[in-house]
């Protein structure tokens, strides 16, 4: 497969302005001519070597800031929302879409936020004929969406919140026991800890956190250290809050609960140590598990949050689904993206981790852009502490493209180079182009099928 030509415009004009410089000022300290630079600003021209050489020599940019990920994610988000039944006579070539998405990212974000008000406005309309009575199906729309977008197009790096964990975790530049500095920082707001048998994992009365004694101890770890976001990290995570803008109060008070998490985690796992870590045991889940005192879980959602610009970890996607195969958590800083809307692609092994408890399933895929991954799935099952109490049943899927499969342990002993191994998966039905697979559900929705009542396939439909 030929090397993809970087088109990077968007962030060559945003370095540009952010340095102050023109563009004749600018060709000159990057050696190359006005003409062509204006044709790189405008992807009329991919941006060679020499410039990304003198990007990273002459500025300090991190050249990795350059990759297409953002665009493929809009790329992907655009082509979902034009799956929709309102654009049934419109149906952008994807060329299109990638031209929108890398010359006007800010027009192809307000499409997207159109589309979803449009989506909010309808399902609410939905709802209200449902109460009087005529009967229409709506789904309840809940700030969920908005939340996960932020955390989406951040990357799932929060740098100020990330920077300020590790500061807390490693305060002499060595990683300290967190558990005893949570404890000590809680003890400076007058705020004591209580190991008690109470259902919920963590829970705030006046001047007593309690955490819950069955949790395990990695997850009575975390909860201190959301606790400890709270009250020490407060004005830093309003601060963020109100950069991010949200449209109601309810998305913010989500948000804030997913910043506190995102200080736990970072806080259990700080930045450097925890990437030298990952980096020496070629990212062991189990290992890292045990050096940092973290679950299978915390460790595999940290690694996708490795984008620290000058510091990038490898850029791993993960995934949490529950036993109906709906996504409960998801970040990709890869550009393998997930549905929006329904469940994910049954051909992902992510869907087998509940046959097989406790084991690592290993897969290669590849998805119907020609893009190759490797994916590790296991399940993550939580006792709910006694006999009587449910079971919550997940499982969760970490993967990288397969360019950076050999700083995997994961890909040990597997057939990177024959093409024959990779399982064919998609993203969801309503997207996926692909018309041989016997796990399709649903016709595409930007292709159109035909029924032949004398022939049956795979499918009972045609796609054409």
């Known amino acids: 497969m030929p090397p993809q030509k970087l088109y990077a415009g968007v962030k060559l004009r945003e370095t540009r302005a952010r340095l102050g410089l023109t563009q004749k000022t600018f060709a000159e300290r990057l050696g190359v001519s006005l003409p062509y630079l204006n044709q790189m600003e405008n992807n009329h021209r991919p941006v060679s070597a020499g410039v990304v050489l003198a990007l990273a020599g ?40 990638r031209l929108a998405a890398s010359n006007a990212p800010a027009l192809a974000r307000a499409f ?3 589309h979803r008000s449009y989506r909010q406005a309808h399902e609410r309309l939905a709802s209200l004929d449902e109460a009087l009575g005529r009967g229409a199906p709506h789904t309840i729309v809940s700030p969920w969406e908005e939340v996960r977008d932020f955390f989406h197009y951040c990357d799932n790096y929060i740098d100020a ?55 395990p101890r ?62 020496s045991t070629r990212h062991d889940l189990e290992r890292l598990a045990d050096m940092f005192g973290a679950s299978i879980e915390q460790v595999a959602h940290r690694l996708s949050t490795l984008q620290r610009p000058g510091a990038k970890g490898v850029p791993f996607f993960f995934v949490r689904v529950d036993q109906a195969g709906t996504i409960t958590k998801r970040h990709s800083a890869t550009r393998l993206q997930f549905a929006r809307f329904g469940g994910s692609c049954p051909l992902w092994n992510v869907h087998q981790a509940f046959e097989t408890p406790t084991r690592f399933l290993r897969q290669l895929a590849e998805t119907p852009d020609g893009v190759r991954y490797l994916c590790v799935a ?16 997940y499982a969760i899927c970490l993967g990288c493209e397969i360019s950076h499969a050999r700083d995997v342990v994961y890909a040990d ?21 692909r018309n041989n697979c016997p796990q399709r559900s649903m016709p595409p929705l ?3 099928f035909q029924v032949d ?3 049956r396939g795979l499918l009972p439909y045609e796609i054409v």
């Open 446 to 448: 930007e292709r159109n």
């Open 112 to 114: 997207l936020e159109l």
């Open 453 to 455: 009542p004398n022939r």
């Open 161 to 215: 919140i990330d920077h300020a964990a590790e500061r807390f975790a490693c305060p002499d530049g060595q990683r300290g026991d967190v558990i005893r500095l949570a404890t000590e920082a809680l003890g400076r707001r007058g705020l004591s800890v209580e190991i008690a048998d109470v259902a919920a994992i963590r829970t705030r009365e006046g001047a007593v956190v309690r955490l819950s004694a069955h949790a």
């Open 218 to 279: 990695a997850t009575q770890a975390f909860q201190m250290l959301h606790q400890v976001a709270l009250v020490t990290q407060n004005e830093l995570i309003e601060a963020t809050l109100d950069l991010a803008r949200f449209q109601s109060e309810i998305s913010r008070s989500v948000a804030k609960v997913g910043l506190a998490n995102y200080f736990a985690g970072a806080a259990l796992m700080p930045y450097a140590p925890f990437l030298a870590a990952a980096q």
């Open 378 to 393: 296991r399940d993550v099952s939580k006792s709910g502490g006694s006999f009587t109490a449910p079971v919550q049943r």
């Open 413 to 433: 002993d597997l057939d990177l180079s024959n093409p024959r191994t990779y399982q064919p998966i998609g993203i969801s039905c309503r997207i996926c182009e």
């Open 58 to 97: 002459e500025f300090g940019l991190d050249i990795t800031e350059l990759s297409t990920g953002d665009s493929e994610r809009m790329v992907s988000d655009m082509r979902e929302a034009l799956a929709d039944p309102v654009f049934a006579d419109v149906a952008p070539p994807l060329a299109d879409l």
